[in-house]
């Protein structure tokens, strides 16, 4: 038993010494790092554009009271509309407005209030002007009964929790946890399938395969190329990750505390069963063959299968109602993609996801030993394409 995961070790350690001192492993690498963190900076840009702070409203005022211009200057920095308020002498009030030097003029004459603009002013900084006129009014009145504005303002406060906001914050982080690990899934599965299969072909037509299957096994032989190659998209993956993760949380795009760290956990497991299963049904698929040319009628199907499986999870976010979400949750392998899916929208909790996780452990183990079995029967063959029926059945 040792010697045969001694094997293994080294046919996945040759595999990955193989690919990562190719020339498109570190161009793809540095694109991806590019795009990780080129893509939170812009990202960011577009947040923050979305979420750019209101314009600050210039106003002009003849006899306002401090208190008066305080009062306003705070209602309208709490409803979202800045004020910023410069007392001048009353013949230049309306002169500002004109010269566009200010938006609004307030002028108190004889106690009567008027505001002038060119423009018609927001409903904000309207309310905002009205408010805190009559709370300065207020505090003036009460301080002439001897009673204390701030004791007033304590006894009546209102406070407001808006617990939704932290609820659906943490709900989309959680999609979008799920639907990153179903971008990953996607490119390693279209990045290292057919590098699998295409492995396998190259191995098979240069004859190499049979100088190593003299001191391997046909199994060990699989299991280290796919346990290679996936290690060595694992590793691009992982870089890619921590630099959008890092570069995301630096410019305040993602907290960290906040992330369902249950909903990663969940996309892990299925990044890793979603793999093993398709890589050996690719590796499979490649020693049907003795060309590369050959290859696209046994490894279309299944890079055919892998998209429909994988779509089921954007299917799941876009339409979470369907009745059709709960038997995708059940079904290898579309329940690598829906059950982390699932979880993030709150449909599924993690004890539900043990069962649909066990049926896709489950199923990746038969799918493994099936594959290794075509694998076995077919890797020394050389000539037309053989049927799956004929490799299992070993011709």
């Given at each position: 038993m040792t010697g045969g995961f001694t094997m293994i070790k080294l046919i996945t350690v040759r595999e990955i010494q193989a690919r990562v001192k190719t020339k498109a492993f570190v161009v793809s690498t540095a694109i991806m790092l590019l795009i990780a963190i080129g893509g939170s900076i812009v990202l960011s840009f577009v947040v923050d554009r979305d979420e750019d702070a209101p314009p600050l409203v210039?106003?002009?005022?003849?006899?306002?009271?401090?208190?008066?211009?305080?009062?306003?200057?705070?209602?309208?920095?709490?409803?979202?509309?800045?004020?910023?308020?410069?007392?001048?002498?009353?013949?230049e009030t309306k002169a500002r407005v004109d010269h566009g030097s200010a938006d609004a003029a307030i002028v108190v004459t004889d106690g009567a209030v008027s505001v002038y603009s060119e423009s018609d002013l927001s409903?904000?900084?309207?309310?905002?002007?009205?408010?805190?006129?009559?709370?300065?009014?207020?505090?003036?009145?009460?301080?002439?009964?001897?009673?204390?504005?701030?004791a007033v303002a304590a006894a009546s406060e209102v406070t407001v929790e808006r617990a939704s906001d932290s609820a659906d914050r943490e709900k989309y982080e959680r999609i979008a946890i799920a639907m990153i690990g179903l971008?990953?899934?996607?490119?390693?599965?279209?990045?290292?399938?057919?590098?699998v299969s295409t492995g396998v072909i190259e191995e098979k037509s240069s004859r190499i395969v049979e100088i190593l299957l003299a001191t391997v096994r046909p199994g060990q032989l699989m299991a280290g190329k796919i346990a290679g190659i996936g290690i060595v998209n694992l590793?691009?993956?992982?870089?890619?990750?921590?630099?959008?993760?890092?570069?995301?949380?630096?410019?305040?795009l993602l907290s960290l505390p906040t992330v369902a760290l249950s909903t990663a956990a969940v996309a892990v497991v299925g990044f890793i069963l979603g793999y093993l299963f398709f890589a050996a049904l690719f590796a499979a698929a490649g020693s049907l063959v003795s060309r590369v040319?050959?290859?696209?009628?046994?490894?279309?199907?299944?890079?055919?299968?892998?998209?429909?499986?994988?779509?089921?999870?954007?299917?799941?976010?876009?339409?979470?109602e369907s009745a059709l979400a709960?038997?995708?949750?059940?079904?290898?392998?579309?329940?690598?993609?829906?059950?982390?899916?699932?979880?993030?929208?709150?449909?599924?909790?993690?004890?539900?996801?043990?069962?649909?996780?066990?049926?896709?452990?489950?199923a990746t183990v038969g799918v493994i030993l099936v594959a290794a079995r075509v694998y076995r029967h077919s890797v020394l063959y050389s000539g037309a394409k053989l049927s799956w029926a004929k490799a299992l059945r070993g011709r």
């Open positions: 210039s106003v002009v005022s003849s006899g306002l009271s401090t208190q008066q211009r305080d009062a306003i200057t705070a209602v309208g920095t709490q409803i979202g509309s800045p004020i910023h308020i410069v007392e001048v002498p009353a013949a409903s904000q900084v309207q309310a905002a002007i009205r408010s805190g006129l009559t709370g300065a009014q207020v505090q003036t009145a009460l301080a002439d009964a001897r009673i204390d504005p701030a971008i990953l899934l996607t490119y390693t599965i279209m990045q290292a399938g057919p590098a590793l691009q993956l992982v870089l890619f990750a921590v630099a959008g993760v890092i570069t995301a949380t630096a410019l305040g040319e050959d290859s696209a009628a046994t490894v279309t199907p299944i890079t055919m299968f892998a998209f429909i499986s994988i779509y089921s999870g954007l299917f799941v976010v876009l339409e979470p709960p038997y995708l949750t059940w079904i290898p392998p579309f329940s690598v993609s829906t059950v982390p899916i699932r979880i993030a929208l709150g449909d599924l909790s993690m004890v539900d996801a043990i069962g649909p996780t066990a049926v896709m452990t489950v």
